[in-house]
């Protein structure tokens, strides 16, 4: 079936980089994405959200740009910390709904200091 | 305020036994969500809920699995005859009532469920 991907399962980085974290989906229908973080042993947090009449979208120290014509959907978090270190996951509202998500498998991040 | 808590954070059973994972969503949250995450994987949907009913049920399974939200609140998902396949995190999620565009839903911490 259609789903959510990654390109890129694990990423090491160093302190105060930029951080650069991918996603392909695969389902034209959606029309909502976002970006979770997940510490270990904790839930997905929500990071950032963006919607498919959007092309990026800022937060403080992410953004979020979505290529619609390639299905592509990317994270990049400035100025990396070690508290950045996480499991990184997108996930869109499946075919449009308006509850179910569907996530990808997920970006190992490692912040090297 | 309180997030949303689970109950227990790790459950470990035998092969075949019974056993009963507890959500507590936020206050005020009509709709419930519960996932299961596997190793190595990210969370996939089980059930959603919209006050005491359960508005989509596709993503049980079979029917070992089954979720319960009596009084609109709190939820338990149950799961019997348990297998060795069934050992993931279970997470639950809540969220304001969904009507018209999506709303965050707000993710707990998880029971980790070890089936020996």
């Known amino acids: 079936g259609e789903s959510v991907g990654l390109h890129l399962p694990t990423l090491s980085v160093q302190e105060g980089d930029n951080s650069i974290i991918n996603c392909a989906y695969s389902?034209?229908?959606?029309?909502?994405f976002i970006w979770y973080k997940q510490e270990s042993g904790k839930g997905p947090q929500f990071i950032i959200d963006?919607?498919?009449?959007?092309d990026k979208r800022q937060g403080q120290r992410v953004t979020v740009l979505l290529n619609k014509t390639v299905k592509h959907l990317s994270l990049q978090i400035a100025a990396t910390q070690p508290g950045d270190s996480a499991v990184y996951f997108c996930?869109?509202?499946?075919?449009?709904?308006?509850?179910?998500?569907?996530f990808g498998k997920g970006t190992l991040l490692t912040v090297n200091p | 305020g309180a997030g949303v808590s689970q109950t227990p954070s790790n459950k470990v059973t035998e092969k075949g036994k019974y056993v009963e994972l507890r959500c507590d969503p936020i206050?005020?949250?009509?709709?419930l969500y519960w996932y299961r995450q596997s190793l190595g994987q990210g969370p996939e949907f089980l059930i959603y809920?919209?006050?005491?009913?359960?508005?989509?049920d596709s993503g049980l399974p079979n029917d070992r699995f089954f979720a319960v939200r009596p009084e609109g609140s709190v939820s338990t998902l149950k799961i019997q005859r348990t297998e060795r396949g069934d050992s993931a995190v279970y997470l639950c999620?809540?969220?304001?009532?969904?009507?018209?565009?999506?709303?965050?839903?707000?993710f707990g911490p998880g029971t980790r469920l070890t089936v020996l």
């Open positions: 999620a809540s969220s304001t009532r969904t009507s018209g565009e999506y709303n965050e839903q707000f």
């Open positions: 389902n034209s229908a959606s029309d909502y």
């Open positions: 963006i919607r498919s009449n959007m």
């Open positions: 996930a869109e509202n499946s075919g449009g709904s308006n509850y179910k998500l569907t």
């Open positions: 206050s005020g949250h009509t709709a």
């Open positions: 809920f919209q006050g005491t009913g359960a508005a989509d």
